[in-house]
């Protein structure tokens, strides 16, 4: 069971990163995948989900701003993230709804102002 996520780094506010998970196919198949997030001092949250067949929905926060895909001749989801802003910092990390109990170490996401 795997749940890589890549694609974090340090970005001024305004800007825009491209976040990716490959799964393991046991996690991927059949499922809802989502892209959570944990600030600092705040419990994790969900930002972002997409079923199989496509649909999609986003935390208000969010809406807008990022677009969720998924690939699943590849086992990987995508989180396209535009117009950041330092809220937005956090450890970003991939999962299914509902999620598994292992959450693979993320990527940072740091939004500076």
């Known amino acids: 069971v795997q749940l890589q996520a890549s694609g974090g780094g340090l970005v001024q506010a305004g800007g825009s990163l491209r976040l990716s998970c490959a799964a393991s196919?046991?996690?991927?198949?059949?499922?809802?995948m989502a892209w959570y997030r944990q600030a600092p001092g705040a419990q994790r949250e969900r930002v972002a989900f997409?079923?199989?067949?496509?649909?999609?929905d986003y935390a208000d926060s969010v809406k807008g701003r990022f677009t969720i895909s998924r690939d699943n001749a590849k086992n990987t989801v995508y989180l396209q993230m535009n117009s950041l802003k330092p809220e937005d910092t956090a450890v970003y990390y991939c999962?299914?709804?509902?999620?598994?109990?292992?959450w693979g170490q993320g990527t940072q996401v740091t939004v500076s102002s």
């Open positions: 999962n299914s709804v509902p999620p598994i109990d292992i």
């Open positions: 196919g046991s996690i991927f198949s059949f499922r809802v």
């Open positions: 997409i079923s199989r067949g496509g649909t999609t």
